[in-house]
């Protein structure tokens, strides 16, 4: 009894242990496993945009297909891990990092059960779905976690924003529909829609341009306009950004595995488990 009582305080030392290491970087021992994974993503990452190289993946396909397996195989070890650590690992799994880690090995198991020229495209998606692997970067840079709290709570004026941008497309297209017609190849107004998007955000691909001296100015107008346009998201979010100074925590729930605590946090404010 005393000897399973033992090997179960161990187990869950070893838990914590782990937990530290793979999930917080406040350690010599979690920064190393931080940096160590992140240069295996991005080796990972370059071994797919090889293999997508005709001239490189004809005469290194097969190095590149022992690297892709092999990458795979540590990013699934790592993913248990990761599982196995949190006491709540169905809810790791389904948050967002969680997704992402899943998505990063699956494509690689399920490729070679999709043989025949019938699934070729669906097996070039697989294999593409592997870049994926790049947002796993995103759990390792504590900036980002800043300003993705700076977009979230910005999220409604970006919405009334754009809102108001869909509006202001289809109006400017529709007038531009009406002054130039089909026979200045603006043949639908969905087809002006999208010019006047191309346009405003100033792209200007140049496939559809006005002929008519009323079209050029108003073609003009939107030209200017959209200058004034691209500068208000980034207001807003700076806005958001500038209010949002407080230094966040490295630490992460035992239980459920999130990130971006308070410094002084106790509990954690997504599971409410204690920290």
Request: net charge neutral; with cysteine; proline share 4%.
């Amino acid at each position: 009894m005393n000897d399973q009582v033992t090997e179960l305080i161990d187990e869950r030392s070893l838990q914590a242990r782990m937990q530290e290491i793979i999930f917080e970087a406040d350690t010599p021992a979690g920064k190393a496993f931080d940096v160590a994974l992140i240069i295996c993503i991005l080796l990972s990452v370059l071994v797919v945009m090889l293999d997508s190289v005709a001239a490189i993946e004809q005469r290194w396909g097969g190095v590149l297909y022992g690297f892709e397996w092999g990458f795979t195989l540590l990013f699934t070890a790592e993913y248990i891990l990761r599982l196995w650590c949190v006491r709540r690992p169905w809810r790791y799994a389904r948050s967002f990092y969680g997704v992402v880690d899943l998505i990063c090995v699956v494509p690689t198991y399920i490729s070679p059960f999709l043989p025949g020229s019938q699934f070729l495209l669906v097996i070039r998606i697989l294999r593409v779905l592997r870049i994926f692997r790049v947002l796993k970067l995103v759990t390792y840079v504590g900036e980002v976690r800043f300003l993705t709290q700076a977009l979230r709570a910005s999220r409604r004026k970006i919405a009334v924003f754009l809102l108001t941008l869909l509006i202001l497309v289809v109006l400017l297209g529709s007038f531009m529909y009406m002054i130039e017609g089909r026979e200045n190849g603006f043949d639908s107004i969905p087809h002006s829609i999208y010019w006047a998007i191309v346009t405003l955000t100033t792209v200007g691909y140049g496939d559809i341009s006005p002929q008519t001296p009323l079209g050029r100015t108003l073609a003009s107008v939107i030209m200017i306009l959209g200058y004034s346009i691209i500068a208000v998201p980034t207001g807003i979010v700076t806005f958001e950004m500038a209010g949002q100074q407080e230094e966040l925590s490295t630490q992460a729930c035992p239980d459920c595995g999130a990130e971006g605590h308070d410094p002084d946090a106790v509990y954690c404010k997504y599971c409410g488990a204690k920290i």
